[in-house]
């Protein structure tokens, strides 16, 4: 045995396992809130790029697909 290591954990040790226990408490959550930020980032990306914009917007003197 390793003496009282057991019955005292450190304060880094106690304060990692109650970093893991929290994650695996809450790991949906943080998950699924990921996801979004990770969506809107991607997102956020695709639209600001001008080719976006033309697919939104018809052009003047462009082909007439839309009936608007």
Not at 4 to 17: E, H, I, Y
Not at 19 to 38: D, G, M, P, T
Not at 43 to 52: A, G, I, M, N, V
Request: aromatic share 20%.
């Amino acid at each position: 045995m390793r003496g009282g290591s057991n019955r005292n954990p450190s304060p880094l040790n106690r304060a990692v396992n109650s970093v893991f226990s929290f994650v695996r408490y809450a790991e949906f959550e943080i998950l699924f809130v990921l996801f979004f930020v990770i969506a809107f980032i991607i997102f956020k990306d695709l639209t600001s790029r001008p080719e976006y914009n033309q697919i939104l917007v018809k052009k003047p003197g462009g082909p007439d697909w839309w009936p608007y």
